[in-house]
């Protein structure tokens, strides 16, 4: 069974310091996609990347990035310089490709980030 | 309108009331997926319509009826609910499960509170 593990449930940091958020999962399958998303006090998951199990290489969206590594089950999160706007809780999610037509999306138990100005 | 949308955004019902949620997507999707997240829980999948196929998980009450009347709508019926099923309810949809493009996206959701 796919499981996906957000040790972290609430993080604060200041106004510019750099965070990151861990996710740890696992899967039988060796075809699988990764995912993140950011829910804002308003409620929607946004839909920030996602990553497919082939696809190793690190990724970085201005201010974002994240660390893929098969190797530890894990698909990390990094804010760089992180900002206000940036308070939201975070969820790390896994889409097994062998669960069939109706994939499923597990997600994690979220981290709430806290940016204090 | 653009993306995924949800309405009422917030609802308040008594245990013998039956109301509806809706959701619609604008994005052109074939799938559609009502979730449920209540304080100190992850995501709880409920529903899923992908084409002419729905999946439900088991352990949903009966007291939730889906209906999914074409590929851009969907509704969450609600009879003699109780005031655990007290939460959010997020819509989302995607292209067909299954293939590479299967990202889902989410509504901004439905605050749903039971007397």
């Known amino acids: 069974a796919q499981k996906v593990t957000q040790a972290q449930t609430e993080i604060s940091v200041v106004e510019k310091e750099d965070v990151t958020l861990d996710c740890v999962y696992e899967?039988?399958?060796?075809?699988?996609?990764l995912f993140w998303y950011k829910q804002p006090p308003s409620g929607e998951l946004v839909f920030l990347i996602r990553?497919?199990?082939?696809?190793?290489q690190n990724e970085i969206s201005g201010r974002y990035s994240w660390n893929f590594q098969k190797s530890t089950s894990s698909f990390n999160f990094t804010i760089t310089a992180s900002q206000v706007v940036d308070s939201a809780v975070y969820f790390c999610?896994?889409?097994?490709?062998?669960?069939?037509?109706?994939?499923?999306?597990?997600f994690g138990s979220g981290t709430q980030l806290t940016v204090l100005p | 309108e653009t993306g995924v949308t949800q309405t009422p955004r917030h609802l308040v019902m008594g245990m013998t009331n039956k109301k509806s949620l809706k959701c619609e997507q604008h994005?052109?999707?074939?799938?559609m997926y009502w979730y449920k997240q209540s304080a100190k829980k992850p995501l709880e999948l409920m529903f899923v319509?992908?084409?002419?196929?729905?999946?439900e998980n088991n352990s949903v009450p009966s007291r939730f009826s889906p209906e999914c009347p074409n590929s851009s709508h969907l509704f969450l019926h609600l009879h003699t609910l109780q005031p655990e099923d007290s939460a959010l309810y997020l819509c989302?949809?995607?292209?067909?499960?299954?293939?590479?493009?299967?990202?889902?996206?989410f509504g901004p959701g439905t605050r749903l509170t039971v007397l």
């Open positions: 989302a949809s995607s292209q067909v499960p299954g293939t590479s493009t299967d990202t889902q996206y």
């Open positions: 899967t039988r399958d060796t075809t699988y996609y």
């Open positions: 990553r497919n199990s082939f696809d190793e």
């Open positions: 999610a896994l889409s097994e490709v062998s669960s069939g037509s109706a994939r499923q999306l597990t």
């Open positions: 994005l052109g999707h074939n799938a």
């Open positions: 319509y992908s084409l002419e196929e729905r999946v």
